[in-house]
């Protein structure tokens, strides 16, 4: 059985303008979602930009990507899909990892779920810092949140995986280790 992410890359469509069309098309549609973060500081109505903001979360990235297919062709998007996953998996979580990073990787996942869940029966104004803070603190732990699934490794996606699939057993390493 081969590994489907062994593939050998799809050929180079010729870099003509619609090729670089293609690919700016969906740089932009992925990049537009940042865009929402500027919105807020621009002097529309709110009504204008609730609208903006959606658009630039949940329509404009999935307009962009449609017609970069259209622009690419079907050869084309196959090659830039096949490059952008071999950057993401280079750059992505190794399949296993040490006790030291997993242990590290486990603490970083627990305390910002910890913090949330002490913050929903606790009052705000009892922790310091927290009413003026609260944005910075948010994005602080989301962040914390996010890379520690990076640092757990891969066998820990299939971990949580398996929390989802009903016929999953848990397995558990003897003593010797193994």
Same mark, same amino acid.
């Given at each position: 059985?081969?590994?489907?992410?062994?593939?050998?890359?799809?050929a180079a469509p010729s870099p003509g303008w619609r090729f670089r069309v293609g690919v700016a098309l969906i740089a932009v549609g #992925?990049?537009?979602?940042?865009g929402a973060l500027l919105v807020p500081f621009t002097d529309l109505s709110m009504g204008m930009k609730a609208t903006l903001s959606g658009a630039l979360i949940a329509g404009i990235p999935e307009l962009f990507t449609v017609a970069a297919v259209a622009m690419l062709g079907k050869a084309? #998007?196959?090659?830039?899909k096949h490059r952008i996953m071999a950057m993401l998996r280079r750059y992505g979580p190794p399949k296993e990892v040490g006790p030291v990073r997993y242990y590290l990787g486990l603490v970083m996942w627990l305390i910002p779920a910890l913090y949330a869940w002490v913050l929903m029966y606790t009052p705000h104004d009892m922790i310091p810092g927290f009413p003026e803070y609260q944005i910075h603190i948010g994005l602080t732990f989301d962040f914390i949140f996010a890379v520690s699934f990076f640092v757990l490794g891969g066998d820990f996606w299939d971990k949580l995986r398996a929390l989802f699939v009903h016929?999953?057993?848990a397995s558990f390493?003897?003593?010797a280790g193994r």
């Amino acid at each position: 059985m081969t590994d489907p992410t062994s593939q050998n890359t799809p050929a180079a469509p010729s870099p003509g303008w619609r090729f670089r069309v293609g690919v700016a098309l969906i740089a932009v549609g #992925f990049l537009s979602p940042l865009g929402a973060l500027l919105v807020p500081f621009t002097d529309l109505s709110m009504g204008m930009k609730a609208t903006l903001s959606g658009a630039l979360i949940a329509g404009i990235p999935e307009l962009f990507t449609v017609a970069a297919v259209a622009m690419l062709g079907k050869a084309g #998007f196959n090659y830039v899909k096949h490059r952008i996953m071999a950057m993401l998996r280079r750059y992505g979580p190794p399949k296993e990892v040490g006790p030291v990073r997993y242990y590290l990787g486990l603490v970083m996942w627990l305390i910002p779920a910890l913090y949330a869940w002490v913050l929903m029966y606790t009052p705000h104004d009892m922790i310091p810092g927290f009413p003026e803070y609260q944005i910075h603190i948010g994005l602080t732990f989301d962040f914390i949140f996010a890379v520690s699934f990076f640092v757990l490794g891969g066998d820990f996606w299939d971990k949580l995986r398996a929390l989802f699939v009903h016929k999953a057993k848990a397995s558990f390493p003897d003593a010797a280790g193994r």
